[in-house]
Nanobody, 121 residues
Framework: QVQLVESGGGLVQAGGSLRLSCAASGILFTINGMGWYRQAPGKQRELVATITRGGDTNYADSVKGRFTISRDNANNTVYLQMNSLKPEDTTVYYC???????????????WGQGTQVTVSS
């Protein structure tokens, strides 16, 4: 069974930085796109950033120039470096990956458990 395990959330002052990590674990799987989303209470989950297997990236306008997504394909891990954090970035962040377990024919979305990011003013 494939799982996504996140780490790196926490409390930081405005203007500070945090780095989120998300590692996929399991047996016999392959990963296509990966990304980060966030969801505030009572709101829809929104895209933060995505990255293809080849390294092409896409960012929400609200985080462009402040956040950087990257991945390590050899270790099935995706990262989100968050700089110049603002109080409005406070919410739960979720890792996402399109994964196909063996025999690698059908990809579907997998989600991490979520990690809280709190930015104080």
């Amino acid at each position: 069974q494939v799982q996504l395990v996140e780490s790196g959330g926490g409390l930081v002052q405005a203007g500070g930085s945090l780095r989120l990590s998300c590692a996929a674990s399991g047996i016999l799987f392959t990963i296509n796109g990966m990304g980060w989303y966030r969801q505030a209470p009572g709101k829809q989950r929104e895209l933060v950033a995505t990255i293809t297997r080849g390294g092409d990236t896409n960012y929400a306008d609200s985080v462009k120039g402040r956040f950087t997504i990257s991945r390590d394909n050899a270790n099935n891990t995706v990262y989100l470096q968050m700089n110049s954090l603002k109080p409005e970035d406070t919410t739960v962040y979720y890792c996402n990956a399109q994964i196909a377990p063996y025999p690698y024919r059908v990809f579907r979305d997998y989600w991490g458990q979520g990690t809280q990011v709190t930015v104080s003013s």
